[in-house]
């Protein structure tokens, strides 16, 4: 297909949660802040939880915080920016084959830099007219996704001419993500064998969420169970379990910590775990997962503990990616 070299037929918007510019307590606590402001995370009473925010957690919580992301951080950077801007790139590259011009892609994060907002702008300055959005949650949830459709709303009441706009809410059961993740865990157990177990580690949410109509947990439950039949396991072989718990609020269960604690006991030594709900390794997956629930395992009597990363630039990922532009961009070419 080829299309006029001169207007772009539509721009991409590749969004992630985000991360603090630096591994420092100071960018850490206004990375934070942003982030634990957004009612969509903390729907609390803002006359209770702001208090509770500025005077209790960001005096206490970003230098705890800081010293694990320095535990992973690496030389080029916040590991999910790294990601985040090769994942970029490689997608504006085969979009570009695809379809024959050239497709801007542009980055933006939820929170921290470089903002939806920098996004945006970048893409209307290129004259895209025209915008498909696509955020790097498999599964939908009000904290992840509705966040970005607001902060998107927010943006546009400043402009003139809103430009035509397509937001992928999911793709937790598309079958080039369930392959993906598949090919990864085989790729896995080809190079380090397979274990007793393979637990499938989402992030968190409140029950109360669920309970008031979010269908993420609905969400993660059908990725795992697709994710397991492609893998041809049994259900003794494989576990779903949430993790990132954070306050004092009931959250869904099996905890990832208490299930990593309590297997050994039950007869498990050997433990393989990936987090289908990350597009990109970040603090959740690299320090809480590959090494906190090692740790955690290891200390409870496992024996071995093997952490899957992400798909991350995965040439697999980058083309599930290009298929879910296509598909939003049906009609524009």
Request: a negative charge; proline letters at 6%.
């Amino acid at each position: 297909m080829i299309l006029s070299k001169t207007t772009p037929a539509f721009g991409v918007l590749l969004v992630n949660l985000g991360t603090p510019d630096t591994p420092t307590t100071k960018d850490v606590r206004s990375f934070l802040k942003q982030f634990l402001s957004d009612p969509r995370v903390v729907d609390l009473n803002p006359l209770i939880w702001k208090p509770i925010l500025n005077g209790v957690i960001l005096n206490f919580r970003p230098s705890k915080v800081a010293k694990l992301y320095q535990a992973i951080w690496w030389d080029e950077g916040s590991p999910l920016m790294v990601v985040s801007q090769r994942q970029r790139e490689q997608l504006a590259g085969m979009l570009a084959q695809e379809f024959g011009q050239s497709i801007p892609v542009e980055l933006g994060m939820t929170y921290g830099n470089p903002s939806l907002a920098l996004g945006l702008d970048k893409l209307k300055s290129q004259g895209v007219e025209r915008i498909i959005v696509l955020p790097l949650y498999p599964q939908y949830s009000c904290s992840t996704v509705a966040a970005v459709s607001d902060a998107i709303a927010s943006e546009y009441k400043g402009w003139r001419e809103v430009p035509e706009t397509r937001i992928n809410k999911e793709y937790y059961q598309h079958p080039g993500y369930i392959s993906a993740l598949a090919s990864s865990v085989k790729a896995h157990w080809e190079r380090h064998g397979q274990a007793d177990k393979l637990l499938m580690s989402f992030h968190g949410i409140p029950v109360r969420y669920v309970t008031e109509g979010d269908p993420y947990q609905g969400h993660c439950e059908k990725t795992s169970e697709l994710l397991a039949k492609e893998l041809g396991l049994n259900h003794d072989q494989w576990q779903l379990c949430y993790q990132s718990i954070f306050g004092k609020e009931e959250w869904l269960t099996p905890q990832t910590d208490k299930t990593l604690t309590s297997l050994p006991a039950q007869g498990v030594k050997s433990v393989d775990i990936i987090s289908p709900a990350f597009a990109a390794d970040c603090l959740e997956t690299l320090e809480e997962l590959s090494i906190g629930g090692k740790e955690m395992f290891i200390e409870a009597g496992g024996e071995r503990y093997e952490f899957i990363p992400c798909l991350n630039t995965n040439p697999a990922h980058i083309a599930l990616l290009v298929e879910l532009v296509k598909q939003q961009s049906q009609g524009w070419c």
